[in-house]
C-alpha cells in the first residue's frame, strides 16, 4: 500500500477522545508526529489561498473582524448541515493531503504518526500504513467537549454525530488504545505500541 518506505501510523478517533494525550506521548519517544489538525489551521490562514476559496464558497461571514477564519462560526455552519460539510472538505482535504505527504518525506524516523481525526470519513487510509484508533466512551467525549469546544451538550453530541461511528472507526482500526483510565494506563499502552512499531519498522527495512 506505501510507495514511502517510513512506516506511516495514522492515529485517529473521535472528537475528544484522547488523540492530542497519545500523540504526545509517542513525540516523547522521539517519534515524528505530523497532525493534520496544525496543517488544516495553517493552509487557512489570512492570506492562503484555502481561505479565499472558503470565503467564495460560504461568505464572508465566516470571518472574524481581523479576517482570519471564524472557526467556532464555520463549525457551527457545517456540524449541523452535511451537505455544508462536504462543501469544506472539498476544499481541504486534497490541500491537506498534499501537505502531509510533503512533510512526511521530510520528518524521517523509523516510524511516524499521522495525527487524522477524520482519517476515515475523509478516505485517508492509502496515506497510512497502519491506522490506530484512540477510542474513548461517549460519556468521556462529550465531558471533554463541554471542557473544551461545545456550548451545550445537544452541540457536543451533534459534534461527535457528524464524525464516522465508533464501530466504523473500531472496523478499520489495526491498533486499538482505550482511553478511559489513568494518564499511567495510557502512556503503557503507547509504550507497548511504540515497541510493536519500531519492530515492524525494522522488519519493513530488511524486506
Given at each position: 500500500?506505501s510507495?514511502?518506505?517510513?512506516?506511516?501510523?495514522?492515529?485517529?478517533?473521535?472528537?475528544?477522545?484522547g488523540?492530542?494525550?497519545?500523540?504526545?506521548?509517542f513525540?516523547?519517544?522521539?517519534?515524528?508526529v505530523?497532525?493534520?489538525?496544525e496543517?488544516s489551521?495553517?493552509?487557512?490562514?489570512?492570506g492562503e489561498?484555502?481561505?479565499?476559496?472558503?470565503?467564495?464558497?460560504?461568505g464572508s461571514?465566516?470571518?472574524?473582524?481581523d479576517?482570519s477564519?471564524?472557526?467556532?462560526?464555520?463549525?457551527?455552519?457545517?456540524?449541523?448541515?452535511?451537505?455544508?460539510?462536504q462543501?469544506?472538505?472539498a476544499i481541504?482535504?486534497?490541500?491537506?493531503?498534499?501537505?502531509?505527504?510533503?512533510?512526511?518525506?521530510?520528518?524521517?524516523?523509523p516510524?511516524?504518526?499521522?495525527?487524522i481525526?477524520?482519517l476515515i470519513?475523509g478516505?485517508?487510509?492509502?496515506e497510512?500504513?497502519r491506522?490506530?484508533?484512540?477510542?474513548?466512551p461517549l460519556?468521556?467525549?462529550?465531558?471533554?467537549?463541554l471542557?473544551r469546544?461545545?456550548?451545550?451538550?445537544?452541540q457536543?453530541?451533534?459534534?461527535?454525530?457528524?464524525?464516522a461511528?465508533?464501530?466504523s472507526?473500531?472496523?478499520?482500526?489495526?491498533?486499538?488504545?482505550?482511553?478511559?483510565?489513568?494518564?499511567?494506563?495510557l502512556?503503557?499502552?503507547?509504550?507497548?505500541?511504540?515497541?510493536r512499531?519500531?519492530?515492524?519498522?525494522?522488519e519493513?527495512?530488511?524486506?
Amino acid at each position: 500500500m506505501s510507495t514511502v518506505s517510513v512506516l506511516r501510523v495514522g492515529l485517529t478517533g473521535g472528537i475528544a477522545s484522547g488523540k492530542t494525550t497519545v500523540a504526545e506521548l509517542f513525540a516523547a519517544r522521539g517519534v515524528p508526529v505530523i497532525d493534520t489538525d496544525e496543517i488544516s489551521r495553517e493552509v487557512v490562514a489570512p492570506g492562503e489561498p484555502a481561505l479565499k476559496r472558503i470565503v467564495l464558497e460560504f461568505g464572508s461571514e465566516i470571518l472574524a473582524h481581523d479576517g482570519s477564519l471564524d472557526r467556532r462560526r464555520l463549525r457551527e455552519l457545517v456540524f449541523s448541515d452535511p451537505v455544508q460539510r462536504q462543501r469544506l472538505e472539498a476544499i481541504l482535504h486534497p490541500i491537506i493531503r498534499e501537505q502531509l505527504r510533503r512533510l512526511s518525506l521530510q520528518a524521517g524516523g523509523p516510524y511516524q504518526v499521522h495525527v487524522i481525526p477524520l482519517l476515515i470519513e475523509g478516505g485517508l487510509e492509502d496515506e497510512v500504513d497502519r491506522v490506530l484508533v484512540v477510542d474513548a466512551p461517549l460519556e468521556r467525549q462529550i465531558e471533554r467537549l463541554l471542557e473544551r469546544d461545545a456550548e451545550s451538550e445537544k452541540q457536543a453530541r451533534a459534534m461527535i454525530s457528524a464524525q464516522a461511528g465508533r464501530k466504523s472507526r473500531l472496523a478499520h482500526a489495526d491498533d486499538l488504545i482505550t482511553n478511559e483510565g489513568t494518564l499511567a494506563d495510557l502512556e503503557a499502552q503507547v509504550e507497548r505500541l511504540h515497541r510493536r512499531y519500531l519492530r515492524l519498522a525494522d522488519e519493513r527495512q530488511t524486506q
